[in-house]
């Protein structure tokens, strides 16, 4: 699989409603972790989230071979495509001429396995010019550019119609904003009985308030992780009513204790393998119907 190259920014960049909007365009703008680009390299699926799974230990090669890494980069990326599948999977029945929206759609790998499964229109929208021409780019190579496409423009405040998409999602992506805002804006695009899902990491009430771990997420990305209690208060308020709620802790721990034996660590992985471990922040997957 060839390398697709960052190509040059070609898109304008909107005016950010907020400053913190403007930090976060600048932030991704500028972003280029090979943990994001090299596992992408592996089939030309360019996610930005983290996987879910047992790791296939029969697929790693003997610590001392000389293709040791490689296979445990193509180990981490189909962890992480599996957690795209399963958010998919959640979607319930598509129709090929539904839209679909990816809020927060990073380099476009889900768009384009939404794409394949489906057979539908897919849109995101990123604040990040350098992910759209990235996202744009690759659905060009891989000739659905008719129906793939990244926007420029805020999650909370989309290019679409009332209602018109079948199906909408976030993945890792709501951290950025807030939940009131973003919910409102998704029910709004959503058709009644259209679904929503997200996958997010979030800090568990249980554990009182956000642990020091959380504390160093939210420093490392530049964002503010919410707790559960915030997400299912948010869809409550905005007609967004679960349907399916999943912690997916248990499930996304192999993928960090596998990444952290990695030669691209970022530095962060204490931080989520601690607070996994310590209960104080947890993966969830939650499905909820527009109602």
Request: charged fraction near 20%; glycine fraction near 6%.
């Amino acid at each position: 699989m060839p390398k697709t190259a960052e190509p040059a920014t070609t898109a304008a960049i909107p005016h950010p409603a907020t400053p913190y909007q403007g930090d976060i365009a600048r932030y991704w703008d500028h972003e280029a972790r090979p943990v994001n680009l090299r596992l992408g390299d592996v089939d030309g699926l360019y996610h930005h989230h983290y996987g879910i799974g047992a790791v296939d230990e029969s697929a790693l090669a003997h610590p001392q071979d000389t293709d040791r890494e490689a296979k445990l980069i193509a180990e981490l990326h189909r962890l992480e495509s599996a957690q795209a599948d399963l958010l998919l999977d959640h979607l319930g029945p598509v129709q090929p001429d539904a839209l679909l929206v990816d809020a927060g759609c990073g380099r476009g790998g889900s768009m384009v396995m939404a794409h394949q499964r489906f057979g539908c229109s897919v849109q995101g929208v990123t604040l990040s010019t350098k992910q759209a021409d990235f996202a744009n780019r690759r659905a060009h190579e891989l000739g659905i550019d008719a129906s793939v496409r990244a926007h420029v423009c805020n999650m909370l405040d989309m290019p679409f119609t009332n209602g018109q998409a079948a199906a909408s999602w976030n993945n890792e992506s709501s951290m950025y904003v807030d939940l009131h805002d973003l919910f409102a804006e998704h029910a709004r695009i959503l058709a009644p009985g259209g679904r929503y899902v997200t996958i997010t990491g979030c800090w568990n009430p249980v554990y009182g308030q956000p642990s020091k771990w959380v504390s160093q997420i939210n420093a490392h990305f530049e964002c503010n992780i919410h707790s559960r209690r915030e997400y299912l208060r948010a869809m409550a308020d905005n007609r967004l009513v679960p349907q399916t709620i999943t912690d997916l802790t248990p499930a996304t721990l192999p993928y960090w204790e596998l990444r952290a034996t990695s030669s691209l660590t970022t530095g962060i992985e204490e931080a989520f393998l601690n607070s996994y471990k310590d209960g104080s922040f947890q993966y969830l997957l939650i499905a909820a119907d527009r109602v």
